[in-house]
């Protein structure tokens, strides 16, 4: 899924690489709570798509987000989640990163409709939101075969894939 984001963020808009390289270090769900302005906090990049218009690296994040837990039924509940999260701080051992397997035709509709629907909610002009939308179905469906549902090792790398 980073493999993703950090490829469409590069093309649509380089100059946000910084906030994904910023986010880099964190697990999944700590990125989403941060950019979904779930979680309010004094720390940096802790900011939700209500207060920062335009910006690409949360619509395509959290769409994507969404989709790997619709995917792979990640609809645990939050206090298991919240228990997972407690047992990985004491034990000091990252979270897995979220991975994206194949995706049927209707789930990459459901995906893109999502980050249209995700772009108009944070500003985005329509014809923005639309390229946008259709750079990540193409990115999900022209990945690489070893990047399908593992993400070839490289979400924990921290390498860019150019």
Sequence with gaps: ????????VAEAAP???VLVEGLWPYDDESVVARLAGRRRSREPLGFGLQEVTALVTPV???ALDEAARKVVGAAVTTATDRSKAWLRRISRRP????????LEP?????VRARILE?????????GTATALAERVVARLVLRPQGQLAG????ADAGEPEA
């Design 1 to 8: 899924m980073r493999d993703v984001v950090r490829t469409v």
């Design 15 to 17: 100059d946000e690489l």
């Design 60 to 62: 395509v994040w959290i």
């Design 95 to 102: 979270a897995a990163a979220r991975a994206i397997p194949p």
């Design 106 to 110: 209707e789930q990459l509709a459901a």
């Design 118 to 126: 995700l772009g108009a909610e944070s500003g985005l002009e329509p």
């Design 151 to 154: 993400e070839g090792g490289n």
